[in-house]
């Protein structure tokens, strides 16, 4: 049967009008929206509603590709440098050898299990060994979740960074299962140079994206996300043709570019963001479309079991042994330990197998979508409530920024941050004649029940007052903050 492309467009019209309903309907009840986009894309399949028969791996492959680098490119974008510093090495090290860790032990446990090879059970162990960046961003910035300790930079950092090494010890006991002759020590070398190339291009690309936003000057301000995205596509392409690692590449680029000033930087800032979300939509619908229930359910059992041991012994294991040199309080590392959230990119993984023709491919494509939707569900619908009971949540009151300038087209450092006044706040009560504000800062706006208020110098603050102050930096801010909040 053949379709139009009107055919085309219409289904996915309303396949992304659906997620995005369902997702607005059902997220209240706490259930993350990653997985009601894979349900969707499940139940408009072949054997679902929809009766879509799609068993395209090459082109879900393809499509999974793009979006993923999309998706690492705009969690750069976000990633803060002063907030991810302190936690660069401890997140460097569960970005690599706690996703070896967690590929060793699930990968044993696995051939023991399903009477796999060790190879074949070592090859599911990478394909599920990464957190996954986009279920991780999204859910974190979603639901406003505030951590104490500087736990969130280091999720975001290693879901982030993780990918690289996962996709790295997919594709090499892919191929080592079809290259039976090959010696493991052989892929040693490879893993050095693809991290090393990835890095390097990634750092060079990001100060060469500044620097082309910063001065290339286009008359047409919509122009600016074409030209970045044609940059982040040269990035990861040009890195894998140089056999590098293209998606460490796209994710440092963006890391590198968010931390830098740009003109236009808010407005590109929220376009990825948005692309980045559907980015994932598509991620989710295609993988959900891929996937056959009747082929799902025979490894339900053996399903529940690989799950059960990858979140309570996998990956707790490959956390406590990576955190062993770091100064990390046990709850932290358990809490991080539950935070392994596991979402399309190890569907995404599975393949490559697939189209490499390994015998137990088909096999290990539906146990991993199974060990996807369980960690979601379990992990994903529950991050919040384990942060309250381990005592690891606060508020998350991270103030909102806008730089001035970035709009404009050209470079300031001064900044409008967004507190607002709880009702025991320093300055509730307090005219702003009377506060000790730094001298270069400035409360430019209130908002007071969604009236703007124009402040002087005999204004009162009262509980709630959302305000904008101008600052120049983050001493600053901090002394804006000890005086107001």
Do not use: C
């Not at 991780?136 to 406003?144: C, H, P, Q």
């Not at 993780?162 to 020590?185: E, K, Q, R």
């Not at 392994?340 to 569907?347: D, Q």
């Amino acid at each position: 049967m053949s379709f139009t492309v009107e055919d085309i467009l219409f289904a996915v019209a309303i396949l992304l009008f659906l997620s995005i309903l369902v997702s607005k309907s059902l997220g209240r009840l706490g259930i993350p929206a990653l997985v009601l986009f894979l349900g969707v894309g499940i139940l408009a399949g072949s054997e679902g509603l929809g009766g879509i028969y799609f068993d395209d791996v090459q082109t879900a492959q393809s499509l999974g590709t793009i979006a993923l680098v999309l998706i690492l490119y705009s969690g750069g974008l976000d990633t803060k440098w002063q907030s991810t510093r302190p936690v660069l090495w401890r997140g460097i090290v569960l970005s690599t050898f706690g996703v070896l860790i967690t590929a060793l032990l699930l990968g044993v446990f696995a051939s023991y299990l399903l009477g796999f090879t060790l190879l074949e059970g070592l090859l599911l162990g990478s394909i599920v060994s990464s957190t996954d960046a986009a279920a991780v961003f999204s859910i974190l910035r979603s639901r406003n979740i505030g951590l104490k300790h500087n736990l969130r930079p280091t999720l975001e950092l290693e879901s982030g960074s993780n990918d690289p090494m996962a996709y790295f010890l997919t594709i090499s006991f892919t191929f080592l299962l079809t290259n039976p002759g090959t010696a493991l020590v052989n892929l040693v070398p490879m893993f050095f140079m693809q991290m090393s190339i990835g890095a390097l291009m990634g750092v060079a690309m990001g100060y060469i994206m500044a620097w082309v936003i910063n001065r290339i000057s286009l008359e047409q301000e919509g122009l600016y996300p074409a030209l970045t995205l044609a940059m982040v596509l040269f990035t990861y392409a040009f890195t894998a043709f140089i056999s590098g690692n293209g998606f460490l590449a796209v994710y440092t680029a963006g890391v590198i570019l968010g931390n830098k000033n740009f003109i236009h930087k808010r407005s590109l800032t929220r376009f990825y963001d948005g692309v980045a979300w559907l980015m994932q939509i598509l991620m989710f619908l295609t993988l959900g479309l891929l996937v056959f229930p009747s082929q799902v359910m025979p490894v339900l059992g053996v399903g529940v079991l690989i799950s059960v041991f990858l979140i309570f012994v996998a990956r707790p294991i490959s956390v406590f042994v990576s955190l062993i040199f770091f100064k990390v309080s046990f709850r932290e590392q358990i809490y991080i330990s539950w935070v392994g959230l596991r979402g399309a990119v190890p569907i995404l993984f599975a393949t490559y197998p697939m189209l490499a023709g390994v015998e137990q491919a088909g096999m290990i494509f539906n146990i991993v979508f199974f060990i996807v939707l369980i960690s979601v569900m379990l992990q994903g619908t529950t991050l919040k409530v384990v942060a309250e009971w381990l005592g690891l949540s606060e508020e998350d009151n991270a103030p909102k920024r806008l730089q001035l300038g970035e709009e404009l087209g050209y470079n300031a450092k001064n900044e409008l941050v967004e507190l607002q006044l709880g009702p025991g706040a320093s300055g509730v009560g307090k005219s702003l004649v009377q506060l000790q504000m730094p001298k270069n800062s400035l409360i430019v706006l209130i908002d007071r029940g969604g009236k703007f208020v124009t402040p002087n110098g005999a204004t009162v603050l009262e509980p709630y007052d959302k305000l904008m102050v101008m600052i120049d930096n983050e001493e600053e801010l901090k002394h804006v903050r000890e005086v107001l909040l």
